[in-house]
């Protein structure tokens, strides 16, 4: 994901906004060498994308209770939260899925870390035409995919778990349509815009959705006739996570955030809001790392 100028002039004065409106309750988390408590509190400025979800209240309110101050700065635009982050002006953030974050690592020449997992939403595949099943869609059917290439590759990883394709070679983050396996297939995909998945429902046998799109076709992500929920090793490139600076991976306040984070007053809250389309995952942040470093390999063989 290379950003653009207009993208590199609206982070800049996001972080301007940013640091003329930030404050703070307690010391700077950053250099922290011991977790935080009630009489030693400190402040963390955490970058989100869905501040509005209910969850994020619990979670604020625990962590105050551990003497930490949480700030979410919401954004609208993706490629903000990064680099507002690599300059300092956050503390953490958490918006982005493994895959996301090496893209944005290689192609920015940076190296923020993940320091912790936060879940697996969903990407489904849905029908109209009353299979109640991957086995049920009949040999030849057509399968609408999302034709970006971030949701193109993981739409045909969900079909290829599913048994309705075969990719050559078993397939990764970045494989493609020229990638199926014809004559092993039981389907043919139909590569279209992402927001015009649903619409293919109406003429197609099924299609692969994104969550957003379905909830603003009206549909009910719990009706997915199979998800890459059900096979999350899959889905691992697409798990999402809390990122900081590399400098400040191992803080030991960050890492108790991530444990108040992974509460079940926390959780669950955040998978009731979510419809159930959300497995929760508590990864170390080693695996995560090692996990980061292979798909940054990855991204650079297929630049």
Known sequence: MKRTLTAWIAAIAATASLAACASGGGESSAGATATADADNRVTVRVGVTD?????????????????IDVELVNFTDYTQPNPILSSADLELNQFQHLLYLANYNVNSDDDLQPIGSTAIYQLGLYTTKGYASPEDVPEGAEIAIPNDVVNQARALLVLQSAGLISLVDGGNAFSTPAEVDEAASKVTVVPVDA????????????????????TDA??????AI??????????????NLWVARAEDADNPVYSQLIDIYHSPEVTDQLVEENGGTAVIEDVPAEELQADLAELEDLVRENA
């Open 195 to 214: 927001n015009q998945t649903a619409v293919q429902l109406q003429t197609l046998d099924g299609a692969i959705i994104n969550n957003n799109f379905a």
């Open 218 to 223: 009206g549909i009910d992500p719990t009706t």
């Open 226 to 239: 199979y998800s890459d929920l059900e096979d999350t090793d899959t889905a691992r490139p697409y798990l």
């Open 51 to 67: 501040k509005a979800q209910e969850y994020w209240t619990t979670f604020t309110d625990l962590a105050a209770e551990e003497g």
